[in-house]
């Protein structure tokens, strides 16, 4: 299978080599690391108990005890901050899994198979990225918690971005895959007595992997922000403690009017930090694996 | 959202080399006459696909609300509330509920074509004149802040790519990035905390002031416009983000053809380059792009308009969430399709003026 190889992913060694001098996804990878590691140590690092009551310590400004004060229900928000970064990862990651598979597949049969199915195929990928995104999925969480399925209302979330979430890397992999079927060594592999599945799996998806990749990548910022978007409209698990659910609590209790700044302002600097982390990894992979975006040493 | 990574792929365009092609030997009026009939067939299709997607999004409405348990004229009407037997038979007769479920989709999808949604229980009219009522505030709202935007984010992304790896680009990209990675809702609430509650120059929320009713007209409007500085601006950071990242990285795709490197061969000035060759070829892939990011303007306008209560679709969505108003619910996802799928219409029709390949196709 050394053909199917793209030469500059044959280590990661070698990957790591040109990435490290990428600066913005070196910056990318250490600010996805630090909340990676803030969700890890999570019960460490908070110094209190996230969900917490102190009827006697509410609406405090930040102070030495509690680094970034507290809401009106007396919570400590620094701890509700770090203890809030495993929801944002959980969603980021699980539904930018879902998104992926399903994105990978469409895109490579979309572009593999011409005709009636690839066309029907285009079609759906058209259709999904026409479709106004942020009310689809507020209609199907709507619809699903209204069934009163017993599922998590995390997992509903995650399931929905998922399978939503998926039609620009279906379009970006399915682009790809029609150049890829015109080249030489897949007339080569189906000469040779290579079915479609085997030619799909172990010819054309090494070749479009980098994409998937950095598609990937640019998913977990985007769900991130749509989980976010959720919580704030209401439609997350009010029980749950994350970002979009403290600016939802925020909002809700009139901590605009009140001035107080110290509940709003850090969960969007968080948002803000890591939404950026993954943007800046999935541009510098983007740049890597393709030439025509590198720049040019004069 | 997802839609931004995927501008660097966006097909070339080479306008140059059509350019050779127009001025093939063929009877001119012939050449029109074969021009007008392959745009017409183009855009024909393209109007099919458009019309086919409308369908595909009344199926989903059906499909999606038959698909929760339980009555489905009992769930079009409010919760936990004793109904007259009366208004659901009614219900269901204006559903055709008693019906097989294909006749069902029928009456459905020419009701919905008919702009008959049913009727809003919270507000207590029908979806339609409901939507009717708040649709120009959206309109104003998004049309303002997407013109404002488009010029902006082209102007400095067309430079900011010329300039690639200069101060200027890095300092817009990194603005640009910025803006992207917030939520949208997040930069309304920093706005009103920063310019209404702290410095109190902007009114804080609504479209207009109540008090201001016998006010004359031009302090009527321009206490609306007070009204609309927030949200536009709100609206206009996001979507900027958005087209300025695509200009620069539409114009770094274009500037790496060949056809830059012969025109600078030909002894053109830097500007001529820009102007003549670069800008044009790299605005076309952007019109398409422009209509993609509508049904994620979409999502940022429904944010705005909760977070400053300004009476838009976004806030009646909202609304019909907080209410469980599913058949306004309905008709709202359905007209807020509609729009983006005329948005990206339009951009086909805009398209096939502006790229004389699409003619010749």
């Not at chain 2, 021009?35 to 009344?58: M, N, P, Q, S």
């Amino acid at each position: 299978m050394r053909a199917s190889a793209t030469p500059m992913w044959r280590t990661i060694s070698g990957f790591w080599h040109v990435y490290s001098r990428v600066r913005k996804g070196v910056l990318g990878l250490a600010l996805v690391l630090f909340f990676f590691a803030a969700a890890g140590f999570a019960s460490y690092l908070s110094p209190f108990d996230p969900t917490k009551i102190d009827a006697s310590r509410t609406w405090l400004p930040p102070n030495s005890l509690n680094w970034l004060g507290t809401d009106w229900f007396g919570h400590d928000l620094l701890s509700q901050m770090v203890y809030g970064t495993r929801v944002s990862l959980l969603v980021g990651v699980f539904a930018t899994l879902i998104s992926a598979v399903v994105g990978t597949m469409i895109g490579l049969f979309g572009g593999y198979y011409g005709k009636r199915f690839g066309e029907f195929l285009e079609r759906v990928i058209d259709f999904f990225l026409v479709i106004p995104y942020l009310p689809l999925i507020i209609v199907l969480v709507a619809v699903v918690e209204a069934m009163e399925i017993p599922i998590p209302v995390l997992w509903v979330v995650i399931f929905v971005i998922g399978i939503t979430g998926w039609s620009g890397t279906a379009r970006v992999i399915r682009s790809q895959v029609l150049t890829v079927r015109e080249r030489q060594f897949i007339d080569r592999a189906r000469t040779a007595g290579a079915g479609d599945m085997r030619i799909l799996t172990r010819h054309i998806l090494p070749n479009v992997f980098p994409l998937v990749f950095a598609n990937a990548v640019l998913t977990v910022a985007g769900a991130v922000l749509s989980e976010v978007t959720l919580d704030f409209l209401g439609l997350g698990d009010p029980t749950t403690v994350s970002w979009g659910m403290i600016l939802h609590l925020a909002l809700s209790n009139n901590a605009v009017y009140r001035g107080a700044w110290w509940w709003v302002v850090p969960p969007g600097v968080a948002i803000i930090l890591l939404v950026m982390g993954f943007t800046l990894i999935g541009y510098s992979i983007e740049e890597i694996s393709n030439p025509r975006l590198r720049e040019r040493k004069a | 959202m997802f839609c931004i990574c995927t501008c660097h792929l966006v097909q070339k365009f080479h306008l140059h080399c059509t350019c050779i092609l127009w001025r093939s030997h063929e009877d001119v009026l012939d050449k029109r006459h074969v021009t007008l009939r392959a745009r017409t067939v183009y855009l024909a299709k393209k109007a099919g696909y458009a019309f086919l997607t409308v369908l595909v999004v009344i199926i989903f409405n059906f499909l999606l609300f038959r698909v929760m348990p339980g009555d489905p004229a009992r769930l079009l009407l409010p919760r936990g509330r004793a109904i007259e037997k009366s208004v659901i038979l009614s219900m269901r007769e204006f559903y055709g509920l008693d019906k097989p479920i294909g006749t069902q989709l029928v009456i459905y999808i020419v009701q919905t074509l008919q702009l008959n949604f049913g009727y809003s229980f919270y507000y207590k009219a029908p979806v339609a004149s409901v939507i009717a009522a708040s649709l120009p505030n959206t309109l104003v709202l998004v049309g303002i802040s997407e013109a404002i935007s488009i010029l902006l984010g082209f102007y400095t992304g067309a430079i900011a790519g010329w300039k690639r790896g200069k101060p200027f680009d890095l300092i817009s990209t990194s603005f640009g990035l910025v803006f992207w990675s917030m939520p949208t809702f997040w930069i309304g609430i920093v706005l009103i905390m920063t310019f209404s509650v702290w410095l109190g120059i902007f009114p804080v929320t609504g479209v207009r002031t109540i008090e201001l009713i016998h006010a004359s007209f031009l302090q009527q409007i321009a206490d609306m416009g007070m009204h609309l500085v927030l949200p536009v601006i709100t609206l206009t950071l996001v979507s900027y983000a958005e087209y300025m990242l695509i200009m620069r990285n539409s114009l770094i795709d274009v500037m790496t053809e060949d056809f830059v490197l012969t025109a600078r061969a030909k002894g053109l000035t830097e500007d001529q380059v820009l102007k003549a060759h670069v800008i044009p070829n790299a605005l076309l892939p952007s019109i398409t792009t422009i209509a993609l990011a509508l049904s994620f303007i979409v999502g940022g306008a429904l944010q705005t308009e909760i977070i400053f209560s300004y009476p838009g679709i976004g806030m009646l969505t909202w609304q019909a969430l907080q209410f469980r108003d599913y058949a306004l619910l309905q008709g709202l996802f359905f007209i807020a399709a509609v729009l983006v799928v005329i948005a990206n219409f339009a951009a086909d029709i805009i398209y096939t003026y502006v790229d004389p390949r699409v003619k010749l196709q």
